[in-house]
């Protein structure tokens, strides 16, 4: 067994302020754990009052495995508890959403009055339409404050979004607007990266083309100037669809168990999947942690730097905020354009003080040095988050020393399209230790097993489960409940969700990658994010992404591609250095029998590393779609 170079010394711990327990919404950790295990359903029951419910629910859970019903019989609408509990309330001119376009001088600013007004008259303009509780729309929006204005209109009427990142290619896009048998498609006439105008509307025409269910499509024309031309009769302007319609639209009243939204999964395995969310579980997950997990006070800035047509998008940029009452801001920026240092120039402009990014922003800030965070005050920060795959200890250390100033807490979480909420991470208060995401959050009960199901020693790898239902796991897979059942039907008793991982003597648990990433060498079974975070512990390496080659002998073999750090150059010494470096980390088994120096690694633009692009090039394979991948 390849072991993690963590387990090979004593475990290292960063403590932080004891003040962030003390006034922390989640309070003692361990307190509100056990009060979670003594009664599962009052924990939830206790959260879900803090919303509004149109009509109280019956019961809090009904589990008939492998199927769950949260919040039994109650009615409610997720827009409403966004939007009109805050209007309603005292938040009605607090600043809800501030959009920072990629010019520093494109700048608009939504109150929580302004954006349910604009809301409002979008959700008519839809009724107008003929769009109904039930029906499917599909949005293909760049990351633009009317995509946010677009999912909460649907939501108020009980139209089922499925939002489609607006990287995605024609193909991909037609295949996702055909399984969910989209009545209505949004979009918008071009989005706009790193200076550039990326057109959108050959790719939506050429996408709905072989579509039949869609009726309309709504494009949103950004550049009046030379506004694009509307060419068939399907086709309307947004703001034409806005155009005298009512500013009042009464919120769809919603059971807890109708559908809220399709999202299907980035793909870059297999056929994508459309993951259902429900409208009450679904709500209740995302407020709950978007509150107690990030801790947002009244006066907090939120940034989470990820794109709503994702999971965290939804949960983290939309729903989860928005639901709480938090001041949101959101970009369209890149992180290095104009220069490295734009983020940090939004944080310090606008007085952030909680943000949430993946690994791998981290990890290219790290291979530009400390020069750019440098330049711009970070005080305001007060919580750091990571999302989107595991966080290696040396970016870890980078964002808590160079970005949190040795002061915020890390909240590093593990969670998936599926589950639609945080599940495991380091709660504030409690001990971060680098490399480990933490533990179940309270209403989660998360182990590591082995194929039947069983606890797996602490050290010891095994297979990440979820034993007991949470309020918003997913559903079923659209159209497809056979494969949703296989979450659950593969480990007996436990939704199995996919990736491998060790838990620590302190019940602390590393991620170490995807089950479905393993390479065999000589019958031993290497995590990719092992290797690739051994290489990357190396102080001349960046990044790193590892694949399995086929070896007659081995079975297969370890190729790894490198990126390095500035001040670093490509050498074969650098090359015998990182294999060795391996070699004394994990151990020989898990040596790389080559290494390639890489300017960069194919990602989408959600920031994950797509290794099947590494390998169908290596292997000289088809790569399957790459419309995902950033520029």
């Given at each position: 067994?390849?072991?993690?170079?963590?387990?090979?010394?004593?475990?290292?711990?960063?403590?932080?302020?004891?003040?962030?327990?003390?006034?922390?919404?989640?309070?003692?950790?361990?307190?509100?754990?056990?009060?979670?295990?003594?009664?599962?359903?009052?924990?939830?029951?206790?959260?879900?009052?803090?919303?509004?419910?149109?009509?109280?629910?019956?019961?809090?859970?009904?589990?008939?495995?492998?199927?769950?019903?949260?919040?039994?019989?109650?009615?409610?609408?997720?827009?409403?508890?966004?939007?009109?509990?805050?209007?309603?309330?005292?938040?009605?001119?607090?600043?809800?959403?501030?959009?920072?376009?990629?010019?520093?001088?494109?700048?608009?600013?939504?109150?929580?009055?302004?954006?349910?007004?604009?809301?409002?008259?979008?959700?008519?303009?839809?009724?107008?339409?003929?769009?109904?509780?039930?029906?499917?729309?599909?949005?293909?929006?760049?990351?633009?404050?009317?995509?946010?204005?677009?999912?909460?209109?649907?939501?108020?009427?009980?139209?089922?979004?499925?939002?489609?990142?607006?990287?995605?290619?024609?193909?991909?896009?037609?295949?996702?607007?055909?399984?969910?048998?989209?009545?209505?498609?949004?979009?918008?006439?071009?989005?706009?990266?790193?200076?550039?105008?990326?057109?959108?509307?050959?790719?939506?025409?050429?996408?709905?083309?072989?579509?039949?269910?869609?009726?309309?499509?709504?494009?949103?024309?950004?550049?009046?100037?030379?506004?694009?031309?509307?060419?068939?009769?399907?086709?309307?302007?947004?703001?034409?669809?806005?155009?005298?319609?009512?500013?009042?639209?009464?919120?769809?009243?919603?059971?807890?168990?109708?559908?809220?939204?399709?999202?299907?999964?980035?793909?870059?395995?297999?056929?994508?999947?459309?993951?259902?969310?429900?409208?009450?579980?679904?709500?209740?997950?995302?407020?709950?942690?978007?509150?107690?997990?990030?801790?947002?006070?009244?006066?907090?800035?939120?940034?989470?730097?990820?794109?709503?047509?994702?999971?965290?998008?939804?949960?983290?940029?939309?729903?989860?905020?928005?639901?709480?009452?938090?001041?949101?801001?959101?970009?369209?920026?890149?992180?290095?354009?104009?220069?490295?240092?734009?983020?940090?120039?939004?944080?310090?402009?606008?007085?952030?003080?909680?943000?949430?990014?993946?690994p791998t922003a981290i990890r290219m800030f790290m291979k530009l040095g400390r020069e750019w965070p440098d330049k711009y005050n970070l005080s305001s920060l007060r919580v750091l988050g990571s999302v989107g795959e595991p966080l290696n200890p040396e970016a870890f250390e980078w964002f808590y020393h160079v970005i949190g100033r040795d002061k915020c807490p890390i909240v590093d979480t593990w969670w998936q399209t599926e589950t639609g909420m945080h599940m495991l991470t380091t709660v504030l208060g409690e001990p971060m230790r680098p490399g480990y995401v933490g533990k179940s959050i309270p209403g989660v009960v998360a182990d590591v097993v082995d194929k039947d199901g069983k606890s797996v020693e602490p050290g010891k790898r095994g297979f990440l489960a979820i034993r007991q239902p949470w309020p918003s796991m997913m559903r079923t897979i659209y159209n497809n409940d056979d494969r949703y059942r296989k979450y659950w039907e593969t480990i007996p008793g436990c939704y199995q969700v996919g990736d491998l991982a060790i838990k620590g003597e302190d019940g602390y648990i590393m991620v170490i990658g995807r089950s479905d990433d393993l390479i065999i060498v000589s019958g031993h079974n290497i995590g990719t994010a092992e290797v690739e975070s051994a290489l990357v512990s190396h102080m001349a390496v960046a990044e790193a992404a590892v694949i399995g080659k086929p070896d007659a002998l081995k079975g297969n073999t370890i190729k790894a591609f490198v990126t390095l750090r500035v001040g670093h150059t490509p050498s074969e010494k650098l090359k015998n250095e990182l294999i060795y470096h391996v070699r004394i980390t994990l151990g020989p088994i898990a040596m790389p029998s080559e290494i390639e120096f890489v300017d960069t690694l194919p990602k989408t633009r959600s920031g994950k590393i797509v290794r099947r692009i590494l390998k169908a090039k290596e292997m000289g394979m088809d790569p399957g779609d790459v419309t995902t991948l950033d520029d």
């Open positions: 067994m390849v072991k993690s170079a963590d387990s090979k010394k004593e475990p290292k711990y960063y403590m932080p302020d004891p003040s962030y327990r003390v006034h922390s919404w989640m309070g003692d950790y361990t307190w509100t754990y056990n009060e979670f295990a003594k009664d599962p359903d009052k924990f939830w029951d206790n959260i879900a009052k803090k919303l509004h419910w149109f009509k109280p629910y019956d019961k809090v859970c009904e589990w008939n495995y492998p199927y769950a019903k949260w919040f039994l019989n109650g009615k409610t609408n997720i827009t409403y508890n966004c939007l009109d509990r805050h209007v309603l309330g005292d938040r009605r001119n607090k600043v809800a959403l501030i959009w920072k376009g990629e010019h520093f001088d494109e700048e608009r600013v939504f109150t929580y009055r302004q954006l349910l007004r604009e809301v409002q008259r979008f959700a008519n303009g839809l009724k107008k339409l003929g769009v109904t509780k039930g029906d499917r729309v599909c949005i293909y929006m760049p990351v633009i404050p009317e995509l946010i204005i677009a999912m909460l209109a649907c939501t108020r009427i009980g139209a089922v979004h499925s939002v489609v990142f607006g990287g995605y290619g024609a193909a991909a896009l037609n295949q996702r607007i055909v399984g969910a048998g989209a009545k209505i498609v949004i979009t918008a006439d071009m989005a706009i990266r790193r200076g550039k105008a990326i057109p959108l509307m050959h790719v939506i025409q050429e996408a709905i083309i072989n579509a039949p269910t869609v009726e309309h499509l709504i494009v949103l024309r950004r550049e009046q100037r030379t506004p694009v031309e509307l060419h068939s009769e399907m086709e309307l302007d947004f703001y034409d669809v806005m155009a005298d319609s009512d500013e009042d639209c009464t919120a769809e009243v919603m059971d807890a168990e109708d559908p809220l939204f399709i999202l299907y999964t980035s793909g870059t395995t297999g056929a994508p999947k459309g993951i259902v969310h429900t409208c009450g579980g679904y709500m209740v997950g995302a407020y709950y942690t978007t509150k107690y997990i990030f801790d947002i006070k009244e006066h907090d800035v939120y940034w989470c730097t990820a794109d709503p047509g994702w999971i965290t998008g939804h949960s983290y940029v939309v729903y989860g905020p928005l639901s709480v009452g938090a001041t949101i801001l959101l970009s369209e920026s890149t992180p290095d354009y104009p220069d490295p240092g734009i983020w940090w120039k939004l944080v310090e402009e606008y007085g952030v003080n909680i943000l949430y990014t993946a």
